[in-house]
T-cell receptor, first 112, second 115 residues
């Protein structure tokens, strides 16, 4: 199993550009989530999904969109990037319920 | 809403010394508690977790943590630190929401190991 994969590993955007961060898992997990990590702030939840077709907002959802059309994939979209979105983004997945979340390797995004 | 406090931003210990990283949580029900470790430029790896039962939890790499409900704490310990333990450590509390487990993380403790 590859576990949780994320692409790209690094990305530089200009303010106002859009892009999609990809996340995929091959563990048949129903629960998937996106976090951003900023220095001194730990990880903060952006959006999460409890199954295909079901998504909800986390702690810091503004500026981000998600959808979940399949169990395997959970892309994160930035419609109009801002410098405040410069961060490291992690995707995670788990089985339903109070189970361990498995994290991807992260995407380091810089918005100029 | 749940919250997690890791009061120590940086900790330095000598190799071979014991280690304790502090974690305090706030949550209205029985918490699901986790410790993750992150090496530089890497993702997060689970060290251990507490869901219920025995309050002393054993994890990987020789780490253990003790859940103390009266103190709202879940401190991480290791009897003898190795240089390879240098990393950032995150405590997290999970809340079941609509079938998923939403994690709230602390701000992390950066561990430096002196040789």
């Amino acid at each position: 199993n590859a576990g949780v994969t994320q692409t790209p590993k690094f990305q530089v955007l200009k303010t106002g550009q859009s892009m999609t961060l990809q996340c995929a898992q091959d563990m048949n997990h129903e629960y998937m989530s996106w976090y951003r990590q900023d220095p001194g702030m730990g990880l903060r939840l952006i959006h999460y999904s409890v199954g295909a077709g079901i998504t909800d907002q986390g702690e810091v959802p503004n500026g981000y969109n998600v959808s979940r059309s399949t169990t395997e994939d959970f892309p994160l979209r930035l419609l109009s990037a801002a410098p405040s979105q410069t961060s490291v983004y992690f995707c995670a997945s788990s089985s339903r319920g109070a189970d361990t979340q498995y994290f991807g390797p992260g995407t380091r995004l810089t918005v100029l | 809403a749940q919250s997690v406090t890791q009061p120590d931003i940086h900790i330095t210990v000598s190799e071979g010394a014991s280690l304790e990283l502090r974690c305090n949580y706030s949550y209205g029900a029985t918490p699901y508690l986790f410790w993750y470790v992150q090496s530089p430029g890497q993702g997060l790896q689970l060290l251990l977790k507490y869901f219920s039962g025995d309050t002393l939890v054993q994890g990987i790499k020789g780490f253990e943590a003790e859940f103390k409900r009266s103190q709202s704490s879940f401190n991480l310990r290791k009897p003898s630190v190795h240089w390879s333990d240098a990393a950032e450590y995150f405590c997290a509390v999970g809340a079941l929401t609509g079938g998923g487990n939403k994690l709230t993380f602390g701000t992390g403790t950066q561990l430096k190991v002196e040789l």
